[in-house]
């Protein structure tokens, strides 16, 4: 066959998907054989040709009307997509659908007395299927399909039946629910029994099913029912109560199928294309995270290294936090043990924040979220908060809502100084950002505390704890019962090597009873009079195990020990900003009978600490001090040892040996001043 055409197989125009113009007649394309029976028992002239993508489809179509007898004309590709000439903005795309061994042509040939009737309807196909690619949820799909398939008839209902596909690397499940439905209260059959019913059928076998109900004994009805599979995506159930669907409502509803079915596929394909881009976004987010928060830490470091003074610190800190990105604000509340309140000391980004105080005991998110940082000593969040309304105290200065929280404590051990709130992004806070907010975290509690450490040491107040631990077993109250005036501690010593060196005086003639008495007890490791005095005796026990060991491991500053029969009374010194609280909830998880005597306020004074500061500044270099300061700061002189030589280096951007190299010679330019003796 020649791929040409003559001047009459020039008038032949296609008209929609199916459908071609040859001079007064319409050319239906149809490829069910069940819908050509009925146009050969209707007497309507079939000619049946198939297709193969190396012949013109046009020429194709117009030499076999032309001839006028049935032609097999077999291709390798059965799946054929051939587009032609537009008329009246119609679809012009026909695609050949491949058969189980072929693909056919059929070609129907109807009287121009219907051709306006049909344009008609295929005008109104074609924008149902221009509205059903634009609609992308699939039940409104569904909605818009069966409501053009059953119309305002009276005699059809109908029920469209879609798929959920579960599909893994090993299996794949699906389950079938109604998605629309149109009149009819009789029911229809339930897919719920997978390989009964027919609907499952017609899924897997892509293959439509007419049933009818009449030729069922136990059915009253006359209705007829036509199955008809959507693609993979589902079964259409249509359902008329007379006896049979004619052909029409066949043709009607299989071409809308077709239209149901594209615009599925598209919608899916467009699903599975927004999730790709999700899981890239994801992916891209995960990576820009682990370098942003590198960036955060190293910046952080810096701002606590340059920082000379605390709130010149924090206001670095809350700075850095809010430019970062994600996250668009942060604030920092300070903590009052006594009122067990924090006030909002500085804050950056787009916030305000309209009360002074937040009352811990309050049932506020921020109060929560504050309390349980504290706590806990590690970072706590709030992620996808609902409204701004639902986070009193807090104002935006812009549109952005308070969707993440997060409350970073600022604590060393149990020395409390504040919280350090962050604002950010739905979903901003994942683990890896926890893991890297608490380091952080640490971090700038150890360097707040540290300071705070050295300012009290120059001037001004701290907090005074009496607490008793009533404990009948422990040393010292053993030996009080041989002292009516009860046991005053001299001093205390910590030996990580030996435990706690405790020295205490008592009369002479009792110096040997306590060494006889004392010496077999569990928890005295050993014992000696250290020296005899004229009004009595030094002895020295040293303890393993001990409540004392509990107070030195929370870094805390034991003023005095007192003992008597009933107990140990431990005089406590400590910052302002500690927790009571929080040193009694410590302790009393090691013992069963703990409680406060009282708590007061005591002056510290300060000596040569300031001079002692100042010569450092200027005895060392730049880099110097900020080596040893860094070193300093993130526990690198901790026992043991917070961050190593190599965890420094990486904040400072150097490497290990120049970190090395400027910490010794820093340590040796002090230590040189410390122990050279003064020239004469």
Known sequence: MQNTQS??????????DGIVEIDDN?????????????????????????????????????????????????????????????????????????????????????????????????????????????????????????????????????????????????????????????????????????????????????????????????????AAELFVPIGRYGVLVLRSSSEQITFEQHEHATSIVASLTAALETAGHERQLREQQAVLERQKRKLLTVARLNELLREVNRSIIGADRIDELLQCVVEQLSDTETYYASSFARYDPVSETLSYVTSSGALSFTDDEIALADDTPLSNLGQRAIDRQSAVVAQNAASVEAWDRIETTDTAPVESVAALPVVHHNLVYGVCYLFAETDSFTERELSVLNELSSMLGYAVI????????????????????????????????????????????FDHANGIQVYFDTAGERAERFLDELGGHDAVAGSEVVTNRRDGALVNLVLTDDLLTALISLDLHIASVKADEQGVIVTLTVPQNVSPRGILTALEEQ????????????????????????????ALTDRQYEVLRCAFDNGYYDWPRNKSAKDVAE???????????????AEQKLLDQLFTPDEL
């Open 7 to 16: 001047a009459h197989e020039r008038e032949a125009t296609y008209l929609a």
């Open 26 to 222: 319409l050319v239906i394309v149809d490829a069910d054989e069940k819908a050509r029976a009925r146009l050969e028992a209707s007497g309507i002239p079939v000619g049946g040709l198939p297709v193969s993508d190396v012949f013109d489809f046009s020429t194709a179509v117009v030499t076999a009307l032309k001839d006028g007898d049935r032609r097999d004309i077999y291709g390798d590709e059965f799946n054929t997509s051939i587009r032609c000439s537009k008329r009246e903005n119609l679809p012009v795309t026909v695609t050949i659908l491949p058969g189980t061994e072929r693909s056919y042509l059929r070609l129907a040939i109807r009287d121009r007395t219907e051709r306006h009737e049909l344009q008609q309807r295929l005008s109104g196909l074609y924008n149902l299927a221009r509205e059903l690619l634009r609609e992308r949820d699939d039940d409104r799909l569904a909605e818009l399909a069966l409501d053009a398939i059953v119309g305002d008839s009276n005699a059809l209902s109908g029920r469209i039946y879609l798929a959920d596909w579960d599909e893994t690397e090993r299996r794949s499940e699906v389950t079938l629910r109604a998605a629309a439905t149109i009149g009819d209260e009789q029911p229809y059959p339930d897919p719920i029994e997978r390989g009964e019913s027919v609907i499952w059928e017609v899924l897997k076998l892509g293959q439509q099913r007419y049933r009818s109900l009449s030729a069922d004994v136990s059915s009253e009805s006359d």
């Open 450 to 493: 540290s300071r705070l450490r050295r300012d009290l040491n120059q001037s001004g107040e701290c907090i005074q704890l009496k607490v008793r631990i009533n404990d009948d077993t422990h040393p010292l109250v053993e030996a009080s019962r041989f002292d009516e005036t009860g046991i005053v501690v001299d001093h205390i010593e």
């Open 591 to 618: 013992f069963s009978d703990v409680s406060l005597v009282s708590r007061g306020r005591t002056p510290i004074n300060g000596g040569t600490v300031g001079r002692m500061r100042s010569f450092v500044r200027e």
């Open 651 to 665: 904040m400072l951007d150097i490497s290990q040996p120049t970190f090395s190299q400027h910490l010794r010679a």
